[in-house]
């Protein structure tokens, strides 16, 4: 289940908007047909990504865990790098990403959206 936090997603659209943001998106996906589902939801929305300047840094599958302790493991990761935070607000308000979004949603077991910011520090 794919759902916002309305006041984690307020304070981000307050944030300074003149800078990139990588979108961490950590995935579990539905135990039937949900990994095909994604695949498809990835193939529609990669156009309206592009529209928006955004694009996908990696994709990947998941391996066991290396780490003790409470950590659980992820089916999949992918990073997206939007332009700014108002581009990933628009693109989820875009008509055309509310429809592949759909076909998303319903692929999604688990999942954890988390922006990220660049650090000059470490980069």
């Known amino acids: 289940m794919v759902a916002f936090s309305l006041a984690a997603y ?20 539905e135990p039937e047909g949900g990994r095909d589902r994604y695949l498809r939801y990835i193939s529609m929305a990669k156009p309206i990504l592009e529209r928006f300047g955004a694009r996908i840094l990696f994709g ?21 790098q939007y332009p700014r935070r108002s581009a990933f607000n628009d693109m989820v308000a875009d008509p055309e990403y509310q429809k592949a979004f759909q076909v998303g949603s319903s692929a999604i077991a688990d999942i954890v959206l988390q922006p990220f910011e660049r650090d000059s520090h470490i980069n």
């Open 10 to 29: 307020e304070a981000f659209l307050t944030g300074h908007d003149d800078t990139p943001i990588v979108m961490l998106n950590l995935l579990r996906f």
């Open 60 to 80: 990947g599958n998941g391996l066991p865990v290396l780490t003790e302790g409470e950590a659980q493991a992820w089916d999949a990761i992918v990073l997206v």
